[in-house]
């Protein structure tokens, strides 16, 4: 098998096309596939759909496919940091499906776990009940939600081998796992690559059978979208 | 008078009991931890996938890895533990949490909560809020009891009915406000505190529903 490939722009090589549904880890700025996006940026693919918890911010992750109108439509639980973002959505020039953010990752766990559909009382009696099966359980209502299964999943971890299997690092981790289980083809872009052998198998976050093409990026960017610190007393 | 900011996250943090699981939305609700006794053990829910969230780091231990759910850089305390938000979620909805505190636009006397959406004016999103409201055994809304104008007068942030869009039905146990605390039972709105200074009246006089005592 060989997963590994030399750059970002050749791990989505034949594998990105116009009007695909694409989904991307990562919280804020936290754990997104940076060297991924900017090559999504490049290969001009557009009209895309895509799935991920926050759309970036201006100039910088997805706000970067924003700027380039390469998206057609995101499904995302928050999108509050990104003025483009909400121009666009406010003139129409894009559609939003917000989910909530539970719901958003359940649909893509579920979606790599072969679940079409499931229940969750996450949203009854709001607009996101709209046009959706309502059921009771035990005597509680439950809307149905369907799962997410994009063609391309799009993550960022810390560690990888040259099997795939992936190990996150801190808060990073969030919705890599599910997005990465969910998608038909999935890329990981990882800081560190080790030999097969070097990562215990019990710490393997993620097993290499959902990630289908690797890409190293050993210093991605990793900009703090709220820097926030304790002052030293007496300074 | 009434409480101020301070004084309510501290009166907030009377709610945390030892060995909580308690996840704080953003806002004057993150800032009920600064209020919490060294005494008490209490585990703090990031929905980004953190159980332990500790104070913001010194400036030289900022790691862009380590966030909360505003976004903001944190620590982890000893004992923290990582998750996917997909197992933070589950943690959620199968009510393994203790407690969520959250701020509001409005309430209702039923304990329908809105805090997600202005239509017309802002594009956020509901992030992790209805999650939560669904899920979270104990739900408590720190909010300011009223909108203050410019001009002196106010708007009612306590309603029969909430005008904006919902995010979750039924959801609110307890309310604290600058004003007081109140809680939402089966007869409606149940005044339990009153802030110092604060009459009957003026709470009546600030709030949409009869209150009961």
Redesign the interface.
Known sequence: MRKLYPSAQAALDGLVHDGQLLAAGG?????IPEALIDALVDSGVRNLTVIS?NAGVDGFGLGKLLETGQIRKMI??????NKE??RQ??SGEIE?E?T????L??K??AGGAGIPAFY?????????AQNKEVREFDGQAYLMERSLVPDVSLVKA?KSDRAGNLV???????????VAMAGKTTVAEVELLVEIGELDPDEI?LPGIYVHRVVVNSSPE?????????E?SGE | MAWTKSEMAARAAQELQDGYYVNLGIGLPTAVANFVPADKEIWLH?????LGIG?????VE???????A?????T?IPGAS?????E???M??GGKLDLSILGALQVSENG?LANWMIPGK??????????LV??VRRVIVLMEHVVRKANGEWELKILKQCTL?????RVINRIITDLGVLDIDSQGLRVVELAPGISREEIQAKTGPRLFW
């Open positions: 919280f804020g700025l936290c754990g918890n995302s639980s928050y999108v509050g940091e973002f909400e959505v406010l939003l917000f909530p953010q539970g719901t990752a359940e893509l766990r969750t009382m996450t949203g009854v009696g709001t607009v996101v810390w996150f690092r801190r808060s990073a981790r969030n919705f890599n796992p599910a976050h990793k900009r703090i979208e709220r820097r926030t610190v304790t030293l | 990031s929905e980004n996938g953190m104070p913001f780091p010194l400036a900022v790691d862009a890895d380590i966030i909360n505003g976004k903001e850089t944190v982890m990582i998750m996917s938000s997909d933070s979620f589950a959620v909805r329908d802002k594009v956020k999103g509901m992030g992790g809020a209805m999650d669904a899920g869009p919902l995010t979750g039905t």
